[in-house]
């Protein structure tokens, strides 16, 4: 099986793009940090490959707020809960100050305060 050199870049250029999307654009959706010229070099083909491939992976999956947190309910006591990652937290954003005086936004876990923690944490 001889595959043609315009598949075999094709498909690099997929699984680029795969890659892109996967590992960066879900997360931030955002290019933030990344350089197309590196990127380019590393994967041997030319920067203006991975822009267009930046610039179809946008198009394909414009950014929405709130992606990464998926709204459902506690299954233990039927609250509101907003999962981040694999975390389960309640949905108000809470104002924090770090030990160095900046402030982030966070939410609290919802193990902090669900009635039933315990045997929502065994479980988990
Ligand atoms: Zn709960």
Known sequence: MSEKPTERRTSALETLKQELLDDHWRHCYSWKGLSPVK??????????????????????????????????TCKYCGAEIVWIGKHPCDPPVLKGVTADE???????????????????????
């Open 39 to 72: 990127i380019a070099k590393q994967q041997g083909c030319s920067p203006d490959d991975v822009r267009s491939l930046m610039f179809e992976i946008q198009k394909e999956n414009p950014p929405k707020p709130k992606a990464n947190h998926r709204k459902s």
């Open 102 to 124: 900046k402030v982030h936004a966070f939410r609290q876990s919802h193990f902090a305060t669900c009635p039933r923690a315990n045997q929502a944490r065994k479980s988990s």
